[in-house]
C-alpha cells in the first residue's frame, strides 16, 4: 500500500477516495455512492479542477450521490441510511454501474458497507463495492484498488482471448493531467498496428469495453507503480499477462514502445517497420520546421522535473535523450515506500543520460527548493561557482516560484495545474512529443 507523505503542506495528490471518484468520473455510465460525510465527495471532485479544469462529469461535485452521515450516525452506526441511500440512487439516478465507496469516518467506526450491498441483491444494475476510507492510501493507490475491484466484482472472465486485444492502464484521471490525450495517441498507435485498445476513460469508450476487457491478451501498464499490484491481480484471476513500461515520449521512446508491444503480441516485423517509418519522418519534418528558431535561441537549458512516479522518469528521459537538454534534479512527490523507491531508482539507473541528474523523493515543497539551494553552489556567496543556468523548470503551478529563485523559465505538466487547461492534449507518442517540444519552445519564447 502506498503511504500519503505529508499532504499539508501545498498537496500533489488527495486520499484513496479522491483518486477512486477521479476514475468513476471518467468511466463511462458509472456513478459512485459515497457512504461517508457531508462534504468528502464535493470536496475531492473539486480537486479535480486542480487538474488542468479537469470537470466533475455527469455525476460528480454536489451531484454525487452520498450518504451524508451525521452525529448520531456514528454512534448508532449508519447502515440503514446507507441501504436507504442506494435504493434512492436507483429512483433518481441512470447509469450502467454504480460503486459504493467508503469515508474515513465509517470505515474508522466500523460499518458493514459490503453487508448492506450483499443484502440488497439483486438490484437493478450492477453494483461493485470498495472500502476507501482516505487513511488507506493516497488518490494514485486508489486508482489501482478501483482498476481491482473492477475485474474482481465486474468484469467477467472471457472464456477465449482475443490475440490482438490490449488494455491500457496507469494513468489517473486529473491527477495525470494529460491522460486522455497521452491515451488518444498511444490508442491511435496501437489501432494502427491491428490491435483492439480498450483505455476505459478516454471519449470514444463505453460500458462494452469495460466488459470486453477480460478477452484481452495484454495489459499495458504506463506507470511502474500504480496499477501494477492490480495487474498482478487480473493475471490471478483473469489470465491476462502484463506489460509494465514508461509512457513513451518522442520519437526513440515511442519506437521501443511500439515494438516491444508488437512483439509480445506478434504483430508481424514488416507491419511494425512500415507504421515506425511513416510516424518517425512525420515527427522528424514537423522538427525540421522548428530548427532555425533553435539554432537562434540559446535552446539548451538546465532542467529540474517536479512530477509523480509516472511522469517524472518518462519527462526526463524525452528531455536528455530526444532534445539534448541537461537535467539537473528530478523530484519524485509521491509518498512511497522503500520498495516503491528501489523499484524507480533500478529504472533511473537503466537510463542511458547524457547527463545523470540527481534523483530524489521528497513530498514537501518547501524541502525541494531547500534542497536544490543547499546542494547547488550557485546560492553560496562566490560569483566563480557554477550555476543552472539558463535554467527550466517542468513540474505542477506550485514550482513557478521555484523558477522564480532559479530564474528560470517554467511549464506546469503535473498536478496540480491551475495556470492552464488540458482539454484534449497530451504528451505521449509521436504526437505528444512534438506537443511537448512545442510547449518548451513556446515558454522560452513567451517572454520576448
Same mark, same amino acid.
Given at each position: ?191 494502427? =498496428?491491428?490491435?483492439? $485498445? ?5 471519449? !470514444?469508450?463505453? #460500458?462494452?469495453? +469495460? @466488459? *470486453? /476487457? ?111 537538454? =541537461?537535467?539537473?534534479? $528530478? ?5 512511497? !515506500?522503500?520498495? #516503491?523507491?528501489? +523499484? @524507480? *531508482? /533500478? ?102
Amino acid at each position: 500500500m502506498a503511504i500519503c507523505g505529508n499532504p499539508i503542506e501545498r498537496p500533489r495528490f488527495s486520499c484513496m477516495l479522491g483518486g477512486v471518484l477521479a476514475t468513476i468520473s471518467a468511466l463511462p455510465k458509472t456513478i459512485p455512492i459515497i457512504h461517508g460525510a457531508q462534504g468528502c465527495g464535493g470536496s475531492l471532485s473539486q480537486g479535480l479542477m486542480l487538474g488542468g479544469a479537469f470537470g466533475t462529469g455527469y455525476a460528480g461535485n454536489s451531484a454525487i450521490p452520498s450518504t451524508n452521515i451525521t452525529e448520531s450516525d456514528v454512534i448508532f452506526g449508519g447502515e440503514d441510511r446507507l441501504r436507504e441511500e442506494i435504493q434512492g440512487v436507483f429512483e433518481v439516478m441512470k447509469g450502467d454501474l454504480f460503486v459504493v465507496t467508503t469515508a474515513c469516518m465509517t470505515d474508522i467506526i466500523g460499518d458493514d458497507a459490503k453487508a448492506v450491498v450483499d443484502s440488497l441483491t439483486p438490484l437493478p444494475k450492477p453494483v461493485v463495492f470498495l472500502e476507501t476510507g482516505g487513511f488507506k492510501g493516497n488518490s494514485y493507490y486508489g486508482y489501482g484498488r478501483l482498476i481491482e475491484e473492477l475485474f474482481l466484482q465486474y468484469i467477467p472472465k472471457a472464456e477465449k482471448k482475443d490475440p490482438k486485444a490490449v488494455n491500457i492502464f496507469g494513468l489517473v484521471p486529473g491527477y495525470d493531467p494529460f491522460f486522455r490525450g497521452d491515451l488518444d495517441e498511444l490508442k491511435r498507435l496501437l489501432n494502427a =498496428l491491428g490491435l483492439t $485498445v480498450n483505455t476505459f476513460i478516454t471519449n !470514444d469508450q463505453t #460500458q462494452e469495453n +469495460l @466488459l *470486453r /476487457a477480460g478477452e484481452a491478451s495484454l495489459n499495458i501498464m504506463l506507470s511502474r507503480v500504480y496499477g501494477v499490484d492490480a495487474a498482478k491481480t487480473i493475471k490471478e484471476s483473469h489470465g491476462i499477462d502484463y506489460f509494465v513500461t514508461d509512457i513513451p515520449i518522442g520519437a526513440a521512446a515511442t519506437e521501443v514502445f511500439i515494438r516491444d508491444v508488437a512483439a509480445k503480441l506478434g504483430v508481424a516485423q514488416q507491419q511494425t517497420d512500415d507504421l515506425l517509418k511513416a510516424e518517425i519522418r512525420n515527427y522528424y519534418m514537423y522538427i525540421d520546421r522548428v530548427t532555425d528558431i533553435i539554432a537562434d535561441t540559446d535552446f539548451q537549458n538546465y532542467v529540474v522535473v517536479v512530477a509523480n512516479a509516472t511522469q517524472a522518469l518518462p519527462y526526463t528521459k524525452y528531455l536528455d535523450n530526444e532534445i539534448g537538454w =541537461l537535467p539537473a534534479y $528530478v523530484f519524485i512527490t509521491d509518498g512511497l !515506500d522503500e520498495d #516503491q523507491q528501489a +523499484l @524507480l *531508482r /533500478a529504472a533511473f539507473d537503466e537510463i542511458a543520460f547524457e547527463t545523470k541528474p540527481e534523483l530524489v523523493f521528497e513530498t514537501d515543497t518547501f524541502k525541494i527548493q531547500q534542497y536544490i539551494e543547499q546542494k547547488n553552489p550557485q546560492f553560496l556567496a562566490d560569483e566563480y561557482y557554477p550555476t543552472i543556468s539558463p535554467a527550466f523548470v517542468l513540474g505542477s503551478t506550485i514550482e513557478r516560484r521555484l523558477a522564480e529563485v532559479l530564474n528560470g523559465v517554467f511549464l506546469s505538466v503535473s498536478y496540480p495545474i491551475i495556470n492552464r487547461v488540458v482539454i484534449s492534449k497530451g504528451y505521449a507518442g509521436f504526437r505528444g512529443g512534438l506537443n511537448l517540444f512545442e510547449d518548451l519552445i513556446g515558454a522560452l519564447l513567451a517572454g520576448r
